[in-house]
């Protein structure tokens, strides 16, 4: 349906090149009059000589813009002839005609009109006559101009009631035509009412059908059963009596196998208790040769026992000869340890003195101060010594989850910086000293910090790798106070 609108759309000849277009029905104006189009020409000729007006008859009536159809079968040579209306002027026998000026020749319109015979020449009236003609011929012009409106508007009246009259006509037709598509959609209601009774007749019909047909299934299925269960109470019957039988049966094979089964334990029993008397017996001679090994494994973990704590009584002399040994040895290692340790300790006093007096005179360079002892510096997380990194985060740790944060719980609330400590630690674990690198800016959070660094001190000794390496290390790390300690 969509195609056959979209052809019955389109428009042959249109007002292009001739090729077929598509027209929509709702572009079409049908109750529009056609646009009123006046044309102007100049006069060839001077006043006219005689005030009478035009007759009626001579009054040239507007003529119509031609169709597009009719334009486009006008040959072209005429089609500029016929595109607009050309008055045709009546000449007037009472009129004398003037020879045009120059000045108008170039704009004489290219249709050829007809000239009025030439009259004798006049002699010129006076100025009251010449004003006197002026007025005539002003009213005869405004007379058929008057005229003119009066037919042009009887010519849009008739063009108006035809036009009213032609949408009557359609209105009737349509009208005619919704009245047949009624009595056919009538027709077609009564005919598909008619096919609906004889529909639900027949459904009525099968319906009984299908419900007798439903009945004698049912009468035949309750026949079939009433049979099924008559077979059913036989072969019960016959079933129950062929149990009775072969309860009989069951029951003789039983005593039967009851009495074999008690002739087969009795003589279970005397097997099992002459076994018993064997094993008994076999056990007896087996607890003897046992207690002779036995007594034989005595003898010889007695003897054994007597060789081994003859050698252990000898190790025992060896190993307190060896512990005395050791004992002596390790007192030497402890006398020159303790030496050593008192020598590291006199230096690490002067080097500690050394840093108060650069601590007080600015000029003096904050870094670490070489001397005999050996050193380490730990600034970061990472190092290629582990023991070194191990040690470090040991301390680490032993601030971070011990209680020493509530020694400066209060004093942390105060606003303040980061601040970024040393610590360093002699060999036994002893704190060398403490020195801030980057203060807080608040002298109570500095002073805790110490206080906090004394409390747990000592922190251990080095482990014996480290100690080969180094007598005092240095550890930096930057404090922060959120919910706990953090080094970092």
Same mark, same amino acid.
């Given at each position: 349906?969509?195609?056959?609108?979209?052809?019955?759309?389109?428009?042959?000849?249109?007002?292009?090149?001739g090729?077929?277009?598509?027209?929509?029905p709702?572009?079409?104006?049908?109750?529009?009059?056609?646009?009123?189009?006046?044309?102007?020409?100049?006069?060839?000729?001077?006043?006219?000589?005689?005030?009478?007006?035009?007759?009626?008859?001579?009054?040239?009536?507007p003529?119509?813009?031609?169709?597009?159809?009719?334009?486009?079968?006008?040959?072209?040579?005429t089609?500029?002839?016929?595109?607009?209306p050309?008055?045709?002027?009546?000449?007037? %026998?009472?009129?004398?005609?003037?020879?045009?000026?120059?000045?108008?020749?170039?704009? *004489?319109? !290219?249709?050829?009109?007809?000239?009025?015979?030439?009259?004798?020449?006049?002699?010129?009236?006076?100025?009251?006559?010449?004003?006197?003609?002026?007025l005539?011929?002003?009213?005869?012009?405004?007379?058929?101009?008057? /005229?003119?409106?009066?037919?042009?508007?009887?010519v /849009?009246?008739?063009?108006?009631?035809?036009?009213?009259?032609?949408?009557?006509?359609?209105?009737?037709?349509?009208?005619?035509?919704?009245?047949?598509?009624?009595?056919?959609?009538?027709?077609?209601?009564?005919?598909?009412?008619?096919?609906?009774?004889?529909?639900?007749?027949?459904?009525?019909?099968? *319906?009984?059908?299908?419900?007798?047909?439903?009945?004698?299934?049912?009468?035949?299925?309750?026949?079939?059963?009433?049979?099924?269960?008559?077979?059913?109470?036989?072969?019960?019957?016959?079933?129950?009596?062929?149990?009775?039988?072969?309860?009989?049966?069951?029951?003789?094979?039983?005593?039967?196998?009851?009495?074999?089964?008690?002739?087969?334990?009795? &003589?279970?029993?005397?097997?099992?208790?002459?076994?018993?008397?064997?094993?008994?017996?076999?056990?007896?001679?087996?607890?003897?040769?046992?207690?002779?090994?036995?007594?034989?494994?005595?003898?010889?973990? &007695?003897?054994?026992?007597?060789?081994? !704590?003859?050698?252990?009584?000898?190790?025992?002399?060896?190993e307190?000869?060896?512990?005395?040994?050791?004992?002596?040895?390790?007192?030497?290692?402890?006398?020159?340890?303790e030496?050593?340790?008192?020598?590291?300790?006199?230096?690490?006093?002067?080097?500690?003195?050394?840093?108060?007096?650069?601590?007080?005179?600015?000029?003096?360079?904050?870094?670490?101060?070489?001397?005999?002892?050996?050193?380490?510096?730990?600034?970061g997380?990472?190092?290629?010594?582990?023991?070194?990194?191990?040690?470090?985060?040991?301390?680490?740790?032993?601030?971070?989850?011990?209680?020493?944060?509530?020694?400066?719980?209060?004093?942390?609330?105060?606003?303040?910086?980061?601040?970024?400590?040393?610590?360093?630690?002699?060999? !036994?674990?002893?704190?060398?000293?403490?020195?801030?690198?980057?203060?807080?800016?608040? %002298?109570?959070?500095?002073?805790?910090?110490?206080?906090?660094?004394?409390?747990?001190?000592?922190?251990?000794?080095?482990?014996?790798t480290?100690?080969?390496?180094? !007598?005092?290390?240095?550890?930096?790390?930057?404090?922060?106070?959120?919910?706990?300690?953090?080094?970092?």
């Amino acid at each position: 349906m969509l195609v056959h609108a979209l052809f019955l759309s389109m428009a042959i000849g249109g007002q292009g090149l001739g090729l077929p277009g598509l027209h929509l029905p709702w572009q079409e104006r049908r109750l529009q009059a056609n646009d009123l189009e006046i044309l102007l020409l100049p006069t060839r000729s001077a006043a006219p000589a005689s005030p009478l007006p035009l007759p009626p008859a001579e009054i040239p009536l507007p003529i119509a813009p031609p169709t597009p159809a009719a334009a486009a079968e006008m040959p072209p040579n005429t089609s500029s002839a016929v595109s607009a209306p050309q008055p045709v002027p009546v000449a007037s %026998p009472a009129r004398t005609v003037a020879p045009p000026p120059a000045t108008t020749a170039a704009k *004489t319109p !290219d249709i050829p009109l007809p000239t009025a015979p030439a009259a004798p020449p006049v002699v010129l009236p006076t100025l009251a006559e010449t004003k006197q003609k002026q007025l005539e011929q002003e009213t005869r012009e405004r007379a058929i101009e008057q /005229a003119r409106f009066e037919q042009e508007k009887q010519v /849009a009246e008739k063009l108006r009631q035809s036009e009213l009259l032609a949408e009557a006509q359609r209105e009737a037709a349509r009208q005619d035509l919704l009245r047949q598509e009624a009595v056919r959609v009538e027709a077609a209601r009564v005919e598909a009412a008619r096919a609906e009774a004889a529909r639900v007749e027949a459904a009525r019909i099968e *319906t009984a059908r299908v419900e007798a047909g439903r009945i004698e299934l049912a009468r035949q299925d309750a026949a079939r059963r009433e049979a099924l269960r008559l077979e059913q109470a036989k072969q019960e019957e016959a079933a129950r009596a062929e149990q009775i039988a072969k309860a009989d049966a069951a029951r003789r094979e039983a005593e039967r196998l009851e009495q074999a089964r008690q002739e087969n334990l009795r &003589r279970e029993a005397l097997r099992q208790e002459q076994a018993r008397q064997d094993e008994k017996a076999r056990q007896d001679a087996a607890r003897q040769e046992l207690e002779r090994a036995q007594n034989a494994r005595l003898d010889a973990e &007695r003897q054994e026992a007597a060789r081994q !704590d003859a050698v252990r009584q000898e190790a025992a002399r060896l190993e307190q000869a060896r512990k005395e040994q050791a004992q002596l040895a390790k007192a030497k290692q402890e006398a020159e340890r303790e030496e050593r340790l008192r020598a590291i300790g006199r230096q690490l006093n002067e080097e500690a003195a050394q840093r108060e007096a650069a601590l007080k005179n600015p000029s003096r360079s904050l870094l670490p101060t070489v001397s005999a002892l050996r050193r380490g510096w730990l600034f970061g997380r990472a190092d290629p010594n582990a023991e070194l990194v191990q040690y470090a985060d040991a301390i680490g740790k032993k601030f971070e989850l011990n209680m020493a944060f509530d020694m400066v719980r209060d004093i942390v609330k105060q606003r303040h910086v980061s601040p970024m400590v040393t610590i360093a630690v002699r060999a !036994d674990g002893s704190v060398e000293k403490v020195t801030f690198v980057v203060s807080s800016g608040v %002298p109570a959070i500095d002073e805790g910090i110490r206080k906090i660094i004394a409390s747990h001190a000592p922190f251990g000794a080095f482990p014996p790798t480290l100690a080969r390496q180094y !007598d005092v290390i240095e550890i930096r790390r930057t404090w922060v106070f959120d919910t706990a300690i953090r080094l970092q």
